[in-house]
């Protein structure tokens, strides 16, 4: 079964400075994307990033990026100059050919000012 | 672009009754999901729609059962509600499910007494 881990259930960063949200991920398919959300207080799940498996340049979205490691099935986010609009709960999703997403447990980020 | 829009927001219910939580999706989209977040389990897939049709369904028991209207509109039902399905309710949509982003909506936070 493909499983999607978390293993920092929290995190806390300073304003400005960089943290790195760290996820592994197992799957027996060989085409899939992975993706991180991010759920603030609202609960709205928003979309922050996603990494097609077939790519092996890391993605990147204006402050966040990730470090993707497909031999590894690692897939960590890395959040630039945080703002403290960044706290939220993090989820990294597996998404395959079976039309849903696997999630994580989730890591929740604070960021101090 | 609207988004998608999950109706209603909240909801409370007693055991044994029965409840339907509707989803709009994006315009254009033809994939609609369900997923559970609970504090306990986290994320988890009920079903998926397309074009109708339930292309893929999660480990929930036949209680949890859904639609999909020829507008790409889902709703998803539970009946003889339970403690235990007290949850929030979330939504998404993408173009074609797998392999594609999925954009969620708000939610709907079903409490159970």
């Known amino acids: 079964a493909q499983t999607v881990t978390q293993s920092q259930p929290e995190m806390s960063v300073q304003e400005a400075e960089t943290v790195t949200l760290s996820c592994t991920y197992d799957?027996?398919?060989?085409?899939?994307?992975l993706f991180w959300y991010k759920q603030p207080p609202s609960r709205q799940m928003i979309l922050v990033i996603r990494q097609e498996a077939y790519k092996q340049q890391n993605a990147t979205e204006n402050r966040f990026s990730v470090n993707f490691q497909k031999a590894a099935k690692s897939f960590s986010l890395k959040i630039s100059d945080s703002q403290l609009g960044d706290a939220a709960m993090y989820f990294c999703?597996?998404?395959?050919?079976?039309?849903?997403?696997?999630f994580g447990k989730g890591t929740k980020l604070s960021v101090k000012p | 672009k609207a988004g998608v829009t999950q109706t209603p927001r909240y909801l409370i219910k007693t055991r044994g009754q029965q409840v339907t939580l509707s989803c709009s999706p994006i315009s254009g989209h033809r994939s609609v999901s369900w997923y559970q977040q609970t504090p306990g389990q986290g994320l988890q897939f009920l079903f998926e729609?397309?074009?109708?049709?339930?292309?893929n369904k999660g480990n929930f028991p036949g209680r949890f059962s859904g639609r999909q209207f020829s507008n790409s509109r889902s709703e998803m039902n539970v009946s003889t509600l339970e403690l235990g399905d007290s949850a929030l309710y979330l939504c998404a949509s993408s173009l074609q499910g797998y392999f594609t982003e999925a954009f969620f909506g708000q939610g709907t936070r079903l409490t159970v007494v």
């Open positions: 999703a597996d998404g395959g050919s079976q039309g849903n997403l696997i």
């Open positions: 799957t027996s398919e060989s085409d899939y994307y």
């Open positions: 729609y397309f074009s109708e049709t339930q292309r």
